[in-house]
């Protein structure tokens, strides 16, 4: 048998080693298509339809505000056979409640498989707790039917108390809405023919144009040259090969498995009601000077009672009277310029904020300062 040389050696262990280092790079930096983006055709469906909740213990809606629920609660028992000759609003036991119902259908769901649905007061019910969801048809926007909801319901809390006018009430979660798990059966499937498919569009979570230029590449490496288009910042467009012809699930399957370097803009958003800053990995900050100081203003008032001497109480002479101390006090905090020097890198930035030592709320001003300021090379948004 031929020994292979030292060179042919060297080579393969340079390539082993190449590989090793290549790899660990691509899956420190880079995430998977499956996590960025979803297949064009590949998606869940809403459903939705109208129901009533029987079975409550007097916490279902009410005669003002539920009329609705009379009707429908009519219109079923008449579809059952049941004439009724008594004045409807007699019917309203506080033991129904009129409620929507709705699912996601999954793609590729079959006939005969389970769904969970969401029931939701729609009236004054004050709990939907022990109640039982009737007969209801679950429909898409085109009102075909695909699903039938029925079952108990599940809130995960409960609502208890005396009752009466000043009753104690105890409860525990919201009341007003529950879960029927697996309680929907597909009645009718939502076709997906994947078999024709000559080409897969990929739809990016976020979209960006550099993210899909790297995603068509990663694909052209993996599959050949020219097999990926990056349509926009949002879509790419792949051809399936010949080799996958008939085998459109492993071609995706395989298709998702790739990772991308993603690629985002540099953006700083700022949520002022929670005091919430969230830096990107892009953000940058100029050089610029920084100064901030708090200005703090309180108001104390304090009542004195002035009462005149023994003699002179029930008289003519004096009464009893409050009288307002009223005491005002500003403060302002005595704050230093601190200069910050242009940074480079993301950890740069945070030391950089940090040195000015405020707190989250006062970041959020400094933040929109600097944005003014042009210092802050990222884009401001406030949730």
């Known amino acids: 048998m031929k020994q292979p040389c030292l060179s042919e050696q060297f080579r393969a262990v340079a390539l082993m080693v190449g590989m090793l280092v290549t790899g660990w790079a691509t899956s420190a930096d880079a995430v998977r298509i499956k996590d960025i983006g979803t297949i064009e055709g590949v998606r869940d469906n809403q459903l939705i339809g109208y129901g009533l909740v029987v079975g409550l213990d007097r916490t279902g809606d009410q005669v003002i505000g539920g009329q609705f629920t009379i009707q429908a609660m009519m219109s079923m028992l008449n579809k059952m056979g049941i004439n009724l000759v008594i004045d409807p609003i007699q019917?309203?036991?506080?033991?129904?409640?009129?409620?929507?119902?709705?699912?996601?259908?999954?793609?590729?769901?079959?006939?005969?498989?389970?769904?969970?649905?969401?029931?939701?007061?729609?009236?004054?019910?004050?709990?939907?707790?022990?109640?039982?969801?009737?007969?209801?048809?679950?429909?898409?926007?085109?009102?075909?039917?695909?699903?039938?909801?029925?079952?108990?319901?599940?809130?995960?809390?409960?609502?208890?108390?005396?009752?009466?006018?000043?009753?104690?009430?105890?409860?525990?979660?919201?009341?007003?809405?529950?879960?029927?798990?697996?309680?929907?059966?597909?009645?009718?499937?939502?076709?997906?023919?994947?078999?024709?498919?000559?080409?897969?569009?990929?739809?990016?979570?976020?979209?960006?144009?550099?993210?899909?230029?790297?995603?068509?590449?990663?694909?052209?490496?993996?599959?050949?040259?020219?097999?990926?288009?990056?349509?926009?910042?949002?879509?790419?467009?792949s051809a399936v090969p010949s080799s996958f012809q008939g085998r459109i699930v492993e071609f995706i399957a395989t298709l998702e498995a790739l990772d991308v370097a993603v690629d985002a803009p540099a953006k700083v958003v700022v949520n002022e009601r929670t005091g919430t800053v969230v830096l990107g990995e892009h953000v940058r900050i100029s050089t610029c000077a920084i100064s901030h100081g708090n200005l703090t203003i309180s108001v104390k008032n304090t009542l004195n009672v002035s009462q005149p001497p023994a003699p002179l109480i029930g008289s003519t002479g004096g009464t009893t009277t409050v009288t307002p101390d009223v005491q005002t006090d500003v403060k302002e905090q005595e704050a230093r310029l601190v200069v910050v020097d242009a940074t480079v890198t993301l950890g740069e930035v945070v030391s950089a904020l940090n040195a000015v030592g405020v707190t989250p709320r006062d970041l959020v001003a400094i933040l929109s300062a600097l944005k003014s300021a042009g210092a802050l090379q990222a884009a401001l948004e406030i949730i």
Do not use: C, Y
Not at 178 to 202: C, D, F, R, T, Y
């Open 91 to 237: 019917l309203l036991t506080r033991n129904i409640a009129s409620v929507m119902v709705t699912a996601k259908l999954p793609p590729f769901t079959k006939p005969g498989m389970s769904l969970d649905v969401v029931v939701s007061s729609m009236a004054n019910a004050k709990s939907l707790q022990g109640g039982t969801l009737l007969l209801t048809p679950l429909k898409a926007p085109n009102q075909q039917v695909f699903a039938v909801a029925q079952g108990p319901i599940s809130i995960g809390g409960f609502l208890g108390g005396t009752g009466g006018p000043g009753g104690a009430t105890v409860s525990k979660n919201h009341q007003a809405a529950g879960v029927v798990p697996g309680g929907a059966i597909v009645e009718k499937e939502l076709a997906v023919n994947m078999e024709q498919w000559e080409s897969v569009s990929l739809l990016l979570r976020q979209a960006d144009f550099t993210t899909s230029i790297r995603t068509a590449e990663a694909i052209d490496n993996a599959f050949g040259r020219g097999t990926a288009v990056p349509v926009n910042a949002g879509s790419v467009k």
